[in-house]
């Protein structure tokens, strides 16, 4: 069965600090791979979203960027935390193909607190 | 208007009693549908998909209504562990599989 890995679970870290968020999914291949962010008490917002190794689409301008080195793994990272930033982070995967009928599955998510 | 709108509740449910919302859509291409259970300070958790016919799981029923370009989700029977948040997800785009989801509704169920 599939599964997806996230890690940390939690991190804080100072304003103008790097990030580097890193997913990977198991028993699968070639799956499409998300970030999304979740700002307190708002709704899931797509960041990336990637088909494959080093395509990544930027949904939203912002302070953040993502690659797909291998093709069960993403990174979400950052140069330099802006305090808006903050959030719950979560990946996501669905089947390969483009197709557009499959559901995402999440990773536990990492929450961030800019500081 | 946003692409996917919910009402955000709470929806304060007796145990046992049915309890029904809604999510609206803009996108009238839009061209999946789901629906997903998120708990306090947890990930998304997939509940359940929506077809053109509908679709039951249980105690939960999912209805697409493409005329009037909403999804809904029906608990029956609601237990104190459906308390959670609801999240409705759509693709709105003909190609790539990018959802786009509600705010969520929040339902609490009280004995």
């Known amino acids: 069965s599939q599964t997806i890995h996230q890690w940390p679970a939690t991190l804080v870290q100072p304003v103008g600090s790097p990030l580097s968020l890193e997913c990977t999914v198991e028993?699968?291949?070639?799956?499409?791979l998300y970030w999304y962010r979740q700002a307190a008490g708002r709704g899931l917002q797509l960041l990336f979203y990637s088909v494959g190794i080093g395509q990544i689409s930027s949904e939203v301008p912002q302070n953040l960027s993502a690659s797909r080195p291998q093709d069960r793994q993403f990174i979400l990272s950052s140069k330099k935390l802006l305090l808006s930033d903050s959030g719950f982070y979560l990946c996501?995967?669905?089947?390969?193909?483009?197709?557009?009928?499959?559901?995402?599955?999440f990773g536990n998510g990492t929450r961030l607190t800019v500081t | 208007r946003k692409e996917v709108e919910q009402d955000p509740g709470p929806f304060n449910v007796p145990e046992g009693a049915t309890v029904a919302f809604n999510c609206t859509y803009s996108n009238s291409a839009s061209q999946s549908f789901f629906w997903y259970r998120q708990d306090c300070r947890k990930e998304p958790k997939l509940l359940m998909s929506v077809y053109s016919s509908g679709n039951e799981d249980g105690r939960f029923t999912a209805q697409l209504n493409r005329a009037s370009q909403y999804i809904s989700l029906l608990i029956r029977d609601s237990k104190l562990s459906d308390s959670a948040t609801y999240l409705c997800a759509v693709n709105p785009r003909a190609a790539g599989n990018k959802l786009t989801f509600g705010g969520g509704t929040r339902v609490l169920v009280k004995p």
């Open positions: 996501a995967w669905s089947g390969a193909g483009g197709s557009y009928n499959s559901p995402l599955h």
């Open positions: 028993g699968t291949s070639n799956p499409n």
